[in-house]
């Protein structure tokens, strides 16, 4: 219980400087800080970037296999449930 409560007041922590799946999960990581990218083999992912990517289109492509991608297919489900919350903080930056 006390590592529960431990782990609850991280997230809290973490929650007062920006909380959004795209950092939980490390995308931010290849794809940059607001999915901005500085490395030319990860492509940005933001809005302001590529207006016409659809985010949640290309994640339930890698997740199903329609789209193959070693690094993405991997990637892909860990945001299941997700997308859209992704998409909406991408479609922010
Ligand atoms: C280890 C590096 C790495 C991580 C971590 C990573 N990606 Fe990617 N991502 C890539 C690469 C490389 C591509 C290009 C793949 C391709 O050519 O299809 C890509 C492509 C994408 C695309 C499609 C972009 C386009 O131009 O069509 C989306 C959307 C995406 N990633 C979202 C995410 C999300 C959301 C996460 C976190 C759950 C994530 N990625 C984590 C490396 C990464």
Known sequence: MKKVLLAASIVLSMGSVQANSFDALGCSGCHGAGGK???????????SVRPNLD?????????????????????APMAAGQEQAIADYLAGQ
């Open 37 to 47: 990218s500085a490395i030319p083999s990860y492509p940005s992912l933001a809005k």
């Open 55 to 75: 985010i949640v289109k290309a994640l339930k492509d890698y997740q199903s296999g329609a789209r193959k991608n070693a690094t993405m297919n991997a990637m």
